[in-house]
């Protein structure tokens, strides 16, 4: 595969593969690996194309330090950081704190001083600092790509209101609206959120808000009660909404645009929205039973299923899943055997089994087999749990905590470099 390889090899001399910290900062691991008294240890990984992650403790004292570099391996610049997340990390004063700010993604509370935190985009080069807000605080969440960063907070008990920021500016500020039982707003990865709000001090009605990927309300319709998580479509076109009770329909999803709700479909066992094509109505569901997974592809203009494949491969387990226009691309890790490749009873967390990673490549039109690429050589299997893809603008890359590689559709489908 003709990939664009952005891990320097001299970066990741240093690099161990450990199971990710559950914050940053705090040390590795649960219990030590070496005898004796522990006088440094670091971890490196690559967190984003051109920006990697140092995870160093000298001592007693942890830090975690994010780096990002020219194309041509040169610093930008360098930051110790408190909080690490997908598209932007935070960088908070050290004084005592006066308020309390959750961030989604992250097991603790993370607490704002009075100086205010720093926010930094890692895929695009902005710094917010967040200003000090009376009332409750609330999330703080981006996309992947670090183009809209949002952040929740409550003028006053009851009340939810939304900050905007597209590309580091404060594009908008969306509320007031009563707040929906514990309801936070959801970002899809284009920019779109949406939001469950009561419509008025009655709490009778409940109302869906959408917002596009440029920070603006595309549209509020009343809506089903009670409802849970929606997932805005690309574009602020629709959303998404579980309705949020026990019985045969907790896995029905109900399709809302401007006009209300259109459609509803099972989807089930244990269904989960993978993501949605670019630019489109159609998203990818997986579904699972026990280890049998399988994957579906919604198109919700007609309410209905366009296909519903395995993960591809021999009895694989998928580690990652990217989305284009044109292609849904598996990475697929697989049991090595010597002789014939085979990956019969596999269980990919089982401890250091030998695997090959592969990757397929499926029509969204049809989901058949467009192409695929296998690694030549087996490896062990790590837990680093790090494997994902990223989508900047019109380019799809693979990150692993030792390499970057940007993918081609053109290479994929043309079945060129490695593609077979």
Request: charged share 25%; net charge neutral.
């Amino acid at each position: 595969m003709n990939s664009k390889h952005l891990a320097a090899a001299f970066f990741l001399v240093m690099a161990v593969v450990l199971p990710p910290p559950a914050k940053a900062g705090h040390p590795f691991g649960p219990t030590p690996d070496l005898a004796g008294e522990s006088k440094g240890k670091v971890e490196a990984y690559w967190m984003a194309p051109y920006v990697r992650v140092s995870e160093e403790r000298i001592g007693k004292r942890g830090a975690t330090m994010v780096t990002w570099f020219n194309e041509d391996g040169m610093i930008k610049r360098q930051t110790e950081v408190s909080i690490l997340e997908p598209g932007y990390v935070v960088i908070i004063s050290r004084r005592f704190p006066e308020a309390v700010v959750r961030s989604r993604f992250a097991p603790d509370f993370i607490r704002r001083s009075a100086y205010s935190n720093v926010i930094r985009g890692v895929n695009e080069e902005w710094k917010i600092v967040l200003p000090n807000k009376t009332g409750p605080s609330g999330c703080e969440t981006s996309t992947p790509d670090s183009r809209v960063f949002v952040v929740e907070f409550h003028p006053r008990q009851g009340l939810i209101a939304l900050d905007i920021y597209v590309h580091g500016k404060l594009e908008n500020t969306v509320g007031p609206f009563r707040q929906y039982g514990f309801e936070s707003v959801h970002l899809s990865d284009d920019g779109s959120a949406a939001l469950i709000v009561w419509k008025d001090e009655s709490k009778k009605t409940a109302q869906l808000v959408v917002l596009d990927p440029g920070g603006k309300v595309s549209f509020r319709v009343d809506c089903d009660h009670p409802v849970h998580s929606p997932i805005a479509a690309p574009g602020g076109a629709g959303a998404l909404l579980l309705p949020n009770q026990g019985g045969t329909n907790q896995n029905t999803f109900l399709w809302y645009t401007r006009d209300g709700k259109l459609s509803t479909l099972e989807v089930s066992p244990n269904p989960y929205c993978v993501g949605w094509v670019p630019d489109s109505r159609k998203s990818l569901f997986s579904t699972s039973l026990g280890y049998d997974h399988r994957y579906r592809l919604i198109d919700w203009d007609t309410g209905k299923s366009l296909w519903d494949i395995p993960c591809p491969g021999d009895h694989g387990h998928a580690l990652a899943i990217g989305l284009t226009p044109r292609l849904v691309i598996f990475a697929v890790g697989e049991l090595y055997k010597p002789g014939p490749w085979s990956g019969t009873q596999f269980v990919v967390r089982e401890g250091e089994k030998e695997w090959i990673r592969a990757f397929y490549a499926i029509s969204v039109k049809d989901g058949s087999l467009v192409a695929c690429w296998q690694a030549p050589y087996p490896r062990r299997l790590s837990t680093d749990d790090r494997d994902r893809f990223l989508r900047l603008g019109d380019k799809l890359f693979f990150i692993t905590a030792h390499e970057v590689v940007e993918l081609s559709d053109d290479e994929i489908i043309s079945k060129s470099n490695g593609w077979k």
